[in-house]
């Protein structure tokens, strides 16, 4: 059961805002004044209360402190705080506040199904850094710094017997430091099972390291070709490399989805807005694959108990209806409550330029007639 579904089981009203959390280099105090007014301000225009207007208000005046551009969701249900993220990157839908009987969770999804988590290794020769990150949340998870031996680390530029047996000394030392590295990764990945590695510093450590690694490690890894820790060293060469690795590893989710839809010639996939329903109303969706954009200004009902949702009333089968709340909004939240993924999709991306399908559990009937 997703983590959100215990969450909309709770009767409402409900209040929310998502909000732009970056700074205005010009007049940033101005700017997220205006913000924290205009998100309070349009709650209160859906009815929320004064104490969910307050705990909003409230909360919207302490900064993150989170780098630019950043966004921020929170959810507000009897003048307490129940939820409050922030996510590093842009906004992935416009701003939005309000207050109803269901919130909507529709951006929080949105920044949550493309928060990947990753490792980052900064090497270098006496040692190593590891910090565990997400792809649209700021600052690590988890850090580990590998303090390797420091003596004799550099070598000597005489020649001679003597100085091999220096230079091959000096190589051992490295290549422990790498192994202790190599370690730390290697636990990394079994413990948090990130996405992948990337792998910076030195060009000499980083040759050590990949030769350490596990090989559940060194199947994950992307090395970006630049050393970190060099003096005046930028960050940009390395969060190009992430940044790469992301829009791939999205990219491939979106194919493994869209992939889904046609396995065993469709029959296992629903497409269009009320065939959906049908399908989350028996809890016959695995996966739904979402185009928020698409679907407009489409709403449907939202149920306080099984079926959920519903595109009219006496599909309710005897649950009371919470509200007309816009379709993707509903359409999240009785996945939320049938443990059915959500994938978000853009424009034109679904077969037949469809808003929303479905990948469904069992299929619909049998292959061909009388099968």
């Known amino acids: 059961m997703s983590d959100f579904a215990e969450l909309l089981r709770a009767p409402g ?90 919130p909507d969770l529709t951006p929080l999804k949105r920044h949550r199904g493309g928060d990947i988590r990753y490792l980052r290794v900064d090497t270098a020769r006496d040692g190593g850094e590891l910090r565990l990150q997400r792809a649209r949340r700021a600052g690590d998870e988890d850090q ?129 807005v009320g065939a959906v329903v049908h399908a989350l109303q028996s809890a016959q969706a695995d996966l739904v694959l979402v185009d928020p954009i698409g679907l407009g200004e489409r709403t449907l009902l939202a149920l306080d108990a099984e079926p959920w949702v519903a595109t009219a009333p006496e599909e309710s089968l005897g649950a009371t209806v919470l509200g007309e709340v816009p379709a993707a909004t509903a359409l999240v939240y009785a996945a939320e409550l049938t443990d059915a993924d959500v994938h978000f999709v853009d424009p034109g991306e679904l077969p037949d330029a469809q808003p929303v399908a479905a990948v469904l559990r069992w299929p619909t009937g049998p292959a061909t007639p009388g099968a």
């Open 144 to 272: 580990t710094t590998v303090e390797g031996r420091t003596d004799t680390l550099h070598k000597a530029s005489a020649g001679g017997w003597a100085h091999r047996r220096f230079h091959e000394h000096v190589e051992a030392i490295w290549k422990s430091n790498q192994s202790e590295v190599a370690a730390e990764i290697d636990r990394a990945v079994l413990e948090h099972s990130p996405a992948f590695i990337v792998v910076a510093g030195d060009i000499k450590a980083r040759q050590l390291l990949l030769e350490e690694l596990g090989e559940p490690a060194r199947a994950i890894v992307v090395e970006a070709g630049v050393d970190s820790h060099a003096d005046g060293a930028s960050d940009a060469a390395v969060d190009e490399v992430i940044r790469q690795e992301l829009a791939r590893i999205e990219d491939e989710e979106l194919r493994q989805a869209l992939d889904r839809l046609g396995n065993d010639s469709g029959r296992l996939a629903e497409h269009g």
């Open 13 to 102: 009203p409900w209040t929310w805002a998502y909000v732009d959390t970056s700074e205005d280099i010009h007049d940033p105090v101005r700017t997220t004044d205006l913000r924290r007014r205009s998100a309070v301000e349009a709650a209160e225009r859906a009815g929320a209360s004064e104490a969910d207007a307050g705990a909003l208000r409230t909360a919207l005046a302490d900064p993150q402190g989170v780098p630019s551009p950043s966004a921020r969701y929170l959810l507000v249900r009897g003048g307490q705080i129940v939820l409050d993220e922030t996510f590093s990157g842009p906004l992935v839908g416009p701003e939005s506040a309000g207050s109803g009987p269901l």
